[in-house]
């Protein structure tokens, strides 16, 4: 790993906190705003932020410029969290834009080579990243000069735009990489092309409310996902390994609850039954995002801290452990376990009017996330306290 970003486990553990809070809050039945912001602009827009200052120096071979930067970006970001908690979403939506256009000046500059899909797929989610968090301002600060612009807008450029982005980009890279297999790059650049011009369909029909268009927009989403899916299937299919790795079982997790999420999008749009609303959000946010998140975390966090202990340690004449051997296989099972279950049960207490039955199914969501913490955040503080 040749460029470590010490401000990317704090950014995983500020999206942990805001995806704590949206479980929690849709637990006790609070108003699916709140959850719908907290989640999106907070635990999503948070967890690529600090992704991509780990991903884009690495994949440019390159180190960041004015690193303290890192830490105003960190500080707005905390501050549009601790906003969105009391519900002050107009001045929320100020820190997550200034968070995000101070990220993009950080981070523009170390792209050089536009080449490799990753990127192209990154700098497409940093575009509906910065997109989407003007698109906030103006859904909660309406100004007389400005078309009047939709929530629901706002909230799916970050969905779509910014994260489907994000994370189709990182899994076309780890995922032949994590099975020792070749990536189809002709294909990659299909699946690119093809999610550009779905997530514009899609969001087009947001932005002129016609849902209609929405529902066309998804349809087109879940062709471009399914020759995604192609891809991750040969790889699987292709690779000499005897047992997927648990990385990329929480990244298939992750894509089977994005496919239902853009079936019950695509439904509820063309149907206009929104009585659905809560359901899509639970699969697209918690499953797809939740399960993809998590695997990501898994794998690209434990290198950050190892590789930040390591330098010090190996100073001192001190043994660490193997990057490979810093987590426990039970412990990030079980984790995956109870985050499929907890989805499962959400999902099928939208159908049920009784507030045990949502209670109890976040409560085994929010087992699963405690033992996530204790699986990665709490492992990771001991191997850095060595």
């Known amino acids: 790993m040749f460029y470590v970003s010490k401000v990317t486990p704090f950014f995983f553990i500020l999206a942990f906190i805001d995806l704590f809070m949206a479980v929690f809050s849709h637990g006790i039945g609070y108003d699916y705003v709140f959850v719908g912001l907290v989640s999106v602009f907070g635990f999503i827009l948070h967890t690529i932020l600090g992704a991509a200052y780990q991903i884009i120096p690495n994949s440019q071979q390159s180190e960041l410029k004015n ?9 707005a970001a905390s501050l549009s969290s601790l906003l969105m908690y009391i ?8 820190f997550a834009l200034t968070a995000v256009v101070l990220f993009t000046i950080h981070v523009l500059p170390v792209i050089k080579n536009y080449q490799p ?3 192209r797929f990154l700098v497409g989610s940093l575009v509906y990243m910065n997109l989407g968090s ?9 100004l007389d000069w400005i078309p009047f612009v939709p929530f629901q807008l706002a909230v799916h450029t970050i969905t779509t735009g910014t994260m489907l982005n994000a994370i189709l980009g990182v899994e076309l890279a780890w995922i032949p990489m994590l099975m020792m297999h070749t ?6 650049n299909i699946v690119f092309y093809a999610t550009q011009v779905s997530i514009f369909v899609f969001l087009t029909g947001f932005a002129i409310m016609n849902y209609k268009v929405v529902a066309a927009g998804g349809v087109l989403l879940l062709l471009s996902v399914g020759l995604f899916l192609w891809i991750v299937f040969n790889a699987i299919k292709n690779s ?5 790795p648990f990385v990329v079982k929480f990244f298939l997790a992750g894509l089977v609850f994005l496919v239902a999420g853009i079936l019950s999008g695509a439904h509820l749009s063309g149907s206009e039954n929104f009585k659905f609303v809560p359901m899509h959000m639970v699969l697209m946010v918690f499953g797809f995002g939740g399960l993809t998140i998590a695997g990501a975390m898994f794998h690209l966090l434990p290198r950050i801290v190892w590789n930040m202990v390591h330098v010090k340690k190996a100073q001192e004449g001190k043994q660490i452990p193997n990057v490979f051997n810093i ?4 412990e990030t099972m079980i984790t995956f376990y109870l985050l499929i279950a907890g989805v499962i049960l959400m999902v099928g207490a939208t159908f049920i009017e009784l507030n045990t039955t949502r209670y109890v199914a976040s409560l085994i969501y929010l087992s699963g996330l405690a033992m996530f913490f204790k699986a990665l955040f709490y492992r990771l503080y001991l191997l850095y306290t060595l």
């Open 67 to 75: 690193e303290k930067l890192q830490i105003a970006v960190f500080v």
């Open 117 to 119: 899909i990753t990127i």
């Open 240 to 244: 000499t390994h005897k047992e997927i």
């Open 183 to 188: 990536l189809n790059v002709r294909f990659a």
């Open 327 to 330: 987590l426990s296989k039970k």
């Open 87 to 94: 519900k002050n979403y107009q001045i929320a939506a100020l």
């Open 134 to 142: 003007l698109f906030f301002v103006l859904a909660y600060i309406p």
